[in-house]
């Protein structure tokens, strides 16, 4: 029997899919498709670590087993948004399952002997961008499907205006960061590398990374960002934000980048308390309160220190009379540096310059703001947006075209500051990268402090990331663009490479071209602004960055974006779009039972998987079920059926009724299979005769408090009750499945 993988994840995708998965296993059934779920949320990650621990209480890795599924021709995965955990996520996940009753051993801040070194290891595991290198065994196919782009154009969202004289600007590094300090190799053969530091002071080697096994072809990276480099530019920018009168707001992904953006946050925090930390940092570091973990943990721990009311003051006097500070919740106080976690570029970037360049002060007020991202590797893209909508004024949803995006990601590509590769550099001296031969690839000289990081980039990936752009560009008829910069070694390398594989290909009548990313981003929003479409073809991180930036000012909203991962083994991943806001949306689920998540995202990805059983496996009703639902789906935003942010309005749970009432019509209504549409003619039918009372059943249903039982790892019954509570719609979907 055929199968869907439905992963189970986090936060609202999580309550979402409590909802929404019955209906899906009930209509998959139909065509003869088992709909499965695999565990892949952060606390299912945490517990599939420990097996031995926990015995009887022992858990799957279903990560892993998706691992070895996504290299096969079977795979067929729908991937929801998960927790990309922070430190500060973790521990607070660990608590919550420990409150629960599973024996997991505390995170070990400092971990000295072996067994503590072992369990810190095996929780950092789960940290970051864990997930995503585990399934993506291909590449990215990201755009907006043409019913979402034609609702956004008729139905616009709120744009801010833009003036000339804003005073909003992108502040980065001009040298000595990770751009700038970049070199780069193909391997010409097979080796196998080691990572190694060779002390200034002693000549003593520690070895930082070996056994590092390379494939011919392989593109290996090296480079690192000076700290003290780092602190000249972020006490510059402390200053530069107070003198103009914006607020500072740092923008990093201490989720993904789970090893070099939490130690950069740490810096940002020690240059905004500067003063603070002169006068008290040997009792912070003494305590752990170094900054990379948050002003939030920062203010928890001062509780247990003797003159932790006198320095808290201090921190307090800082806040006043430095500049202002960005704030993640005025009303509660929340500053952007209060939780590494809670400000992450690629979602917070493009809201920011969608809201006229403003993030909202401590009044609850909006202003110019100074968006600090310390590694220039792609902050100039940001700075061009920001300078295009100074001259031109805010973009207009209703005439501007789309830029889809072609992403280089299939077996870990391009991972930067997520991984064994990355090191906060213990002593001055050398790094070397050096190879079975004992010669030396790469090497930089190194200070104290200092971030280093390596990364590999293979070559089939490569490779196949230049067929689907050629690929994407002659289906589409789009212009297509690579997104590389010439400053960049590894770009360099890879434009090399593109240049070759290009030639594997026909590309007469197509219009390609390679720029690096400013030129490429002014190339883009010149022909958005014409209502031209462009292709983004770019590597990992840009990939990340684009597929929110563009989506958020075409749609208001990077959910709404199709991804497909053309598995390179032959299967499909399909992923539902970005979770940034998942957190609010469940606290306001806690606080009213308004769940606001749209679940537009799996409506599109849920349909390309239908899709593609029907193209690799010949699954004739599949292909109806997928029709159906795209029908079902553009119905479904023409008739305002999307979630709203109220209380009292409809919700996730009101959504996914109308689009499960449209997809029954549709299939009723359709003519390709004719023992489908006999089928749903009854279930179309009573949906439509209750759907008035359903749909005032699910607004009367909020207004209260939900239950969870629990936020990392929520009760099975609760979640059931909670995103299932009207009986009458439950049993017509249950129904269905028998």
Not at 638 to 644: C, I, N
Request: glycine share 8%.
């Amino acid at each position: 029997m055929a199968k869907i993988i439905w992963t189970r994840t986090d936060e609202a995708p999580l309550l979402a899919t409590y909802s929404f998965k019955p209906v899906v296993e009930a209509f998959a059934s139909t065509a003869g498709i088992e709909v499965e779920t695999r565990d892949i949320s952060l606390a299912g990650r945490i517990l599939a670590q420990f097996p031995e621990t926990l015995g009887d209480q022992k858990v799957d890795d279903a990560l892993a087993e998706l691992g070895k599924l996504a290299k096969t021709p079977e795979a067929n995965i729908i991937k929801l948004p998960n927790i990309s955990a922070s430190l500060v996520q973790l521990k607070k996940a660990i608590a919550e399952l420990q409150a629960e009753g599973y024996k997991l051993p505390d995170y070990p801040d400092n971990p000295s002997t072996e067994e503590e070194k072992a369990i810190a290891a095996a929780y950092d595991s789960v940290k970051g961008s864990a997930v995503n290198p585990v399934l993506r065994e291909g590449n990215s196919d990201r755009r907006a499907p043409i019913a979402v782009k034609n609702f956004a154009k008729k139905n616009p969202h709120r744009m801010g205006a833009w003036t000339a004289d804003s005073k909003t600007n992108v502040a980065t590094m001009a040298d000595n960061d990770f751009r700038h300090n970049e070199k780069s190799v193909i391997m010409p053969a097979a080796d196998t590398l080691t990572i190694k530091l060779i002390g200034s002071a002693d000549q003593n080697e520690t070895i930082l990374l070996d056994g590092l096994k390379v494939l011919e072809g392989e593109v290996i990276d090296g480079t690192f960002m000076s700290a003290k480099a780092l602190d000249d530019f972020l006490r510059d920018a402390v200053s530069r934000a107070k003198e103009e009168g914006v607020l500072f707001s740092a923008h990093l992904k201490a989720t993904m980048m789970k090893v070099s953006d939490p130690i950069l946050f740490g810096h940002v925090v020690r240059a905004f308390f500067a003063d603070v930390f002169d006068k008290y940092g040997e009792e912070l570091f003494a305590a752990g309160l170094n900054g990379e973990n948050g002003l939030g943990a920062i203010y928890a721990g001062l509780e247990n220190l003797e003159n932790g009311a006198e320095i808290k003051a201090a921190f307090d006097a800082a806040l006043e009379n430095g500049p202002d500070l960005a704030m993640v919740n005025s009303d509660k106080g929340i500053t952007n540096l209060h939780v590494p976690s809670d400000v992450i570029i690629d979602a917070s970037m493009p809201a920011m310059i969608r809201t006229s360049g403003h993030m909202w002060n401590k009044n609850n007020e909006e202003q110019d703001t100074l968006a600090v991202i310390p590694d220039s590797s792609y902050a100039g893209v940001y700075q061009a947006v920001i300078e295009d909508c100074k001259a031109n004024g805010a973009f207009d949803p209703t005439t501007m075209g789309t830029v889809p995006n072609v992403g280089l990601m299939a077996q870990k590509a391009e991972e930067y500051g997520s991984h064994n590769k990355t090191f906060k550099i213990a002593a001055d001296g050398k790094v070397q990268v050096v190879n079975s031969a004992g010669d030396v690839l790469i090497e930089h000289d190194v200070e104290a402090g200092d971030i280093w990081r390596a990364c590999q980039t293979k070559d089939a990936p490569i490779q196949d990331w230049v067929k689907l752009a050629v690929n994407r560009a002659r289906l589409s008829g789009m212009k297509a663009i690579f997104w590389l910069d010439p400053e960049r070694g590894h770009d360099r390398n890879i434009t090399e490479l593109v240049k070759k594989y290009l030639q594997d290909h026909d590309t007469e009548g197509l219009d390609i071209e390679i720029m690096d990313p400013v030129s490429a981003t002014k190339a883009s929003v010149e022909r958005i602004r014409k209502g031209e479409d462009t292709i983004s073809v770019t590597g990992n991180v840009l990939r990340d960055y684009n597929t929110d930036l563009f989506p958020i000012l075409e749609l208001g909203t990077s959910a709404k974006m199709l991804s497909v991962v053309p598995l390179m083994a032959g299967g499909g991943l399909f992923e539902t779009g970005a979770g940034g806001s998942a957190p609010k949306h469940v606290q306001q689920v806690e606080e009213e039972n308004h769940l606001r998540w749209d679940s537009l995202g799996e409506f599109l990805a849920l349909a390309e998987s239908f899709r593609h059983e029907l193209n690799a496996h010949g699954n004739e009703k599949a292909g109806v079920l997928a029709a159906a639902l795209d029908k079902a789906t553009e119905t479904l935003l023409d008739e305002g059926k999307s979630p709203s942010r109220k209380v009292g309005e409809i919700d996730n749970r009101g959504s996914h009724f109308f689009l499960t009432l449209n997809w029954a019509k549709e299939l009723a209504a359709q003519s390709d299979d004719a023992e489908l549409a006999e089928h749903f003619a009854p279930i179309a039918k009573a949906l439509e005769d209750k759907a008035d009372e359903i749909a005032q059943a699910l607004i009367d249903n909020q207004g209260q408090p939900a239950d969870l039982g629990g936020y990392y790892a929520p009760d099975e019954d609760k979640l059931n009750a909670v995103m299932r509570p009207v009986a009458a719609y439950n049993e017509i979907i249950d129904a269905l499945k028998k």
